[in-house]
T-cell receptor, first 113, second 114 residues
């Protein structure tokens, strides 16, 4: 089955700096890669996703890059703000398979004002 | 309802008792997932339902755990003879179809076994 590794486990940045979180996956057939944000005490919510037919996707201050050859993908947050502080989870799945998302272990991002 | 609904929000139970956790997915969503999140940890897959197909139970940690989904909608996760290590937040999610579509999470049920 799929295995997703995520790092770092914790990340502290100054407000305005960029943050990068990286994930690797094991199943080369995986073709859908979402990122979820979980604020303290709340449910995970999708913030951005990417499919394997593109190498990069951007939504305002958030971007995701995918390297299928190396089987890794990354979340980039620019101009970080205190409200970006949360736990971020990457995930991977084969979208034609009857499978559930496999999540990484999470990254706790703290943005210092 | 507008989103995935789980009940109860919190459950405290004595070791050895059985518990049932309920999930109401978004109407029309054919895929339903259960995950477990221990304090400060990641999302551990438990079980997955897709339409009328047999569920993928590969994530269930022991035979004390079972789940069913009636009528392709509401799902119940049952934990028999609860143990202290079962204490966690149990999250349900649904998506419109399998795989590569957004999974919407419920608010979770925080289970505490004392």
């Amino acid at each position: 089955g799929e295995n997703v590794e995520q790092h770092p486990s914790t990340l502290s940045v100054q407000e305005g700096d960029s943050a990068v979180i990286k994930c690797t996956y094991s199943d080369s057939a995986s073709n859908y890669f979402p990122w979820y944000k979980q604020e303290l005490g709340k449910r995970p919510q999708l913030i951005i996703d990417i499919r394997s037919n593109v190498g990069e996707k951007k939504d305002q201050r958030i971007a995701v890059t995918l390297n299928k050859t190396a089987k890794h993908f990354s979340l980039h947050i620019t101009e970080t703000q205190p409200e970006d502080s949360a736990v971020y989870f990457c995930a991977a799945i084969v979208d034609t398979g009857r499978r559930a998302l496999t999540f990484g272990s999470g990254t706790r991002l703290q943005v210092q004002p | 309802g507008a989103g995935v609904s789980q009940s109860p929000s919190n459950k405290v139970t004595e070791k050895g008792k059985d518990v049932e956790l309920r999930c109401d997915p978004i109407s029309g969503h054919t895929a339903l997932y259960w995950y477990r999140q221990s304090l400060g940890q990641g999302l551990e897959f438990l079980i997955y339902f897709q339409g009328n197909s047999a569920p993928d139970k590969s994530g269930l940690p022991s035979d004390r755990f079972s789940a069913e989904r009636t009528g392709g909608s509401v799902s119940t996760l049952t934990i028999q003879r609860t143990q202290q290590e079962d204490s966690a937040v149990y999250l349900c999610a649904s998506s419109i179809t399998t795989g590569g579509t957004e999974a919407f999470f419920g608010q979770g049920t925080r289970l505490t076994v004392v």
